[in-house]
Structure formats: C-alpha cells, structure tokens
C-alpha cells in the first residue's frame, strides 16, 4: 500500500508563510502528478496546485503569484510554498499522488490525512 503523510501546517498571520511537505511511502513503482487540494468550512475541496513528474505545474487562480509547488523525484516528496497567506487561505491541505504500485497495475490517486492551516487577520 501505499501512505502520503503530510507536514508544515499550523496558525500564521495574514502576509506570513508557511511551507507544506507531503512524502508518499510504500510500495510504490512510479509517481505521476502529485498535488495539493484544501478544503475550507462547509465548503468544497479545490484543487490549489499540481506537479507532473517531469515538473509541469498548474495553479488555481487564487493562488498563482503567491504559492509555489515543487517536488523531489528521489524522496517522493512534494512541497508547497505558500506566501503572502490570506485568511481565506484557512482550510485543511491534503496531499495527492497518482501512483502505480507495480509496472504493470494502473495508477491510483492516494490521498494524504491532512494538514490544517489557519491564517489569522
């Protein structure tokens, strides 16, 4: 199986920044995209970013300019820069990763606990 454990959550203040990491562990034969998906109070999950393997990146409106995902192929990690927090960023952060555990199953999205971030006016 396959686990993604998240990292880097807590309370800011509106300008600050904080920075996330999602690591996926386990039986794992290749990683295509990874990404980051937040949910607020009584509200959706949206997707905020995502990351191919070889690094192409796609952002929500809301936060291009101001967050920055990357990732690390060789420790199966993913990171999200978030800068110039709002409060209307304030939502639960999950990590996802569409893996294939063997060369020849297909890819399944796994998802992270979550992490929460609270950015305080």
């Known amino acids: 199986q396959v686990q993604l454990v998240e990292s880097g959550g807590g309370l800011v203040q509106a300008g600050g920044s904080l920075r996330l990491s999602c690591a996926a562990s386990?039986?794992?034969?290749?990683?295509?995209?990874m990404g980051w998906y937040r949910q607020a109070p009584g509200k959706q999950r949206e997707l905020v970013a995502t990351?191919?393997?070889?690094?192409?990146?796609n952002y929500a409106d809301s936060v291009k300019g101001r967050f920055t995902i990357t990732r690390d192929n060789t420790k199966n990690t993913v990171y999200l820069q978030m800068n110039s927090l709002k409060p209307e960023d304030t939502a639960v952060y999950y990590c996802n990763a569409a893996v294939k555990t063997y060369w020849y199953t297909r890819e399944f999205n796994y998802w992270g606990q979550g992490t929460q971030v609270t950015v305080s006016s």
């Open positions: 990351i191919t393997s070889i690094g192409n990146t």
């Open positions: 386990g039986t794992i034969f290749s990683i295509n995209a």
